[in-house]
Nanobody
Protein backbone atom coordinates (compact mmCIF):
# COMPACT_ATOMS: atom_id res chain seq x y z
CA UNK A 1 0.00 0.00 0.00
CA UNK A 2 1.22 3.49 -0.89
CA UNK A 3 0.31 6.49 1.20
CA UNK A 4 -0.17 9.79 -0.62
CA UNK A 5 -0.23 13.16 1.11
CA UNK A 6 -0.75 16.53 -0.58
CA UNK A 7 -0.07 19.97 0.83
CA UNK A 8 0.23 23.56 -0.29
CA UNK A 9 -3.27 24.54 -1.28
CA UNK A 10 -4.84 27.82 -0.28
CA UNK A 11 -6.41 31.06 -1.39
CA UNK A 12 -4.70 33.26 -3.95
CA UNK A 13 -5.68 36.16 -6.15
CA UNK A 14 -5.92 35.79 -9.89
CA UNK A 15 -2.49 36.07 -11.47
CA UNK A 16 -0.80 34.71 -8.39
CA UNK A 17 1.12 31.51 -7.77
CA UNK A 18 0.94 28.46 -5.55
CA UNK A 19 3.09 25.37 -5.20
CA UNK A 20 1.52 22.06 -4.30
CA UNK A 21 3.54 19.21 -2.85
CA UNK A 22 2.83 15.51 -2.83
CA UNK A 23 4.72 12.87 -0.89
CA UNK A 24 4.24 9.18 -1.59
CA UNK A 25 5.51 6.48 0.70
CA UNK A 26 5.53 2.85 -0.33
CA UNK A 27 7.96 0.08 -1.11
CA UNK A 28 11.59 0.97 -0.36
CA UNK A 29 13.68 1.69 -3.41
CA UNK A 30 10.71 2.11 -5.74
CA UNK A 31 10.13 5.39 -7.58
CA UNK A 32 6.56 5.89 -8.76
CA UNK A 33 4.99 7.66 -11.68
CA UNK A 34 2.86 10.44 -10.27
CA UNK A 35 0.25 12.84 -11.46
CA UNK A 36 -2.12 15.62 -10.51
CA UNK A 37 -5.84 15.82 -11.15
CA UNK A 38 -8.39 18.39 -10.09
CA UNK A 39 -12.11 18.51 -9.48
CA UNK A 40 -14.16 21.68 -9.43
CA UNK A 41 -17.63 21.78 -7.83
CA UNK A 42 -20.17 20.08 -10.03
CA UNK A 43 -17.56 18.89 -12.52
CA UNK A 44 -15.76 15.69 -13.30
CA UNK A 45 -12.27 15.07 -12.02
CA UNK A 46 -9.82 16.02 -14.75
CA UNK A 47 -6.18 15.37 -15.54
CA UNK A 48 -3.72 18.19 -14.92
CA UNK A 49 -0.14 16.89 -15.15
CA UNK A 50 1.99 13.75 -15.00
CA UNK A 51 5.63 12.93 -14.42
CA UNK A 52 7.20 9.58 -15.19
CA UNK A 53 9.06 7.60 -12.54
CA UNK A 54 12.38 8.73 -14.03
CA UNK A 55 11.33 12.37 -14.08
CA UNK A 56 12.48 12.66 -17.68
CA UNK A 57 9.07 13.04 -19.24
CA UNK A 58 6.14 15.21 -18.27
CA UNK A 59 2.66 15.62 -19.70
CA UNK A 60 0.17 18.45 -19.23
CA UNK A 61 -3.44 19.19 -19.93
CA UNK A 62 -3.76 21.86 -22.60
CA UNK A 63 -5.41 24.30 -20.22
CA UNK A 64 -2.32 24.44 -17.95
CA UNK A 65 0.49 24.36 -20.50
CA UNK A 66 2.84 27.25 -19.98
CA UNK A 67 1.40 28.03 -16.54
CA UNK A 68 1.90 24.87 -14.44
CA UNK A 69 5.06 22.82 -13.99
CA UNK A 70 5.32 19.38 -12.46
CA UNK A 71 8.67 18.33 -11.04
CA UNK A 72 10.24 15.68 -8.87
CA UNK A 73 12.52 16.13 -5.86
CA UNK A 74 15.55 14.29 -7.18
CA UNK A 75 17.75 15.45 -4.31
CA UNK A 76 16.03 14.15 -1.20
CA UNK A 77 13.02 12.01 -1.98
CA UNK A 78 12.19 11.05 -5.52
CA UNK A 79 8.65 10.19 -4.47
CA UNK A 80 7.96 13.82 -3.69
CA UNK A 81 6.57 15.81 -6.58
CA UNK A 82 5.57 19.42 -6.91
CA UNK A 83 3.06 21.30 -8.98
CA UNK A 84 4.13 24.91 -9.47
CA UNK A 85 1.09 26.88 -10.54
CA UNK A 86 1.61 30.35 -11.98
CA UNK A 87 -0.74 32.87 -13.58
CA UNK A 88 -3.64 31.32 -11.73
CA UNK A 89 -7.16 31.99 -12.94
CA UNK A 90 -10.48 31.76 -11.10
CA UNK A 91 -11.32 28.72 -13.24
CA UNK A 92 -8.36 26.92 -11.67
CA UNK A 93 -10.33 26.78 -8.43
CA UNK A 94 -10.72 23.12 -7.50
CA UNK A 95 -9.65 20.38 -5.17
CA UNK A 96 -6.32 19.12 -6.45
CA UNK A 97 -5.51 15.45 -6.05
CA UNK A 98 -2.17 13.73 -6.26
CA UNK A 99 -2.13 10.26 -7.74
CA UNK A 100 0.46 7.49 -7.81
CA UNK A 101 0.86 4.79 -10.40
CA UNK A 102 2.38 1.47 -9.45
CA UNK A 103 0.63 -1.24 -11.47
CA UNK A 104 -1.58 0.83 -13.75
CA UNK A 105 -0.58 1.07 -17.42
CA UNK A 106 1.75 3.96 -18.17
CA UNK A 107 -0.16 4.88 -21.32
CA UNK A 108 -3.19 5.76 -19.19
CA UNK A 109 -1.48 8.71 -17.49
CA UNK A 110 -4.27 11.07 -18.50
CA UNK A 111 -7.02 8.90 -17.04
CA UNK A 112 -7.99 8.14 -13.47
CA UNK A 113 -7.50 4.42 -14.08
CA UNK A 114 -3.87 5.17 -14.86
CA UNK A 115 -3.21 5.43 -11.14
CA UNK A 116 -3.49 3.08 -8.20
CA UNK A 117 -3.38 5.38 -5.18
CA UNK A 118 -4.83 8.79 -4.43
CA UNK A 119 -4.37 11.49 -1.86
CA UNK A 120 -7.16 13.21 0.03
CA UNK A 121 -6.90 16.38 -2.03
CA UNK A 122 -6.01 19.97 -1.27
CA UNK A 123 -8.23 22.96 -1.96
CA UNK A 124 -7.03 25.69 -4.30
CA UNK A 125 -9.17 28.80 -4.50
CA UNK A 126 -8.39 31.62 -6.92
CA UNK A 127 -10.25 34.86 -6.35
CA UNK A 128 -10.96 37.33 -9.14
Amino acid sequence: QVQVVESGGGLVQAGGSLRLSCAASGRPGVTYAMGWFRQAPGKEREFVAHITWSGDVTYYADFVKGRFTISRDNAKNKNTVYLQMNSLKPEDTAVYYCAVGEYAPAWAYGQQNGYDYWGQGTQVTVSS
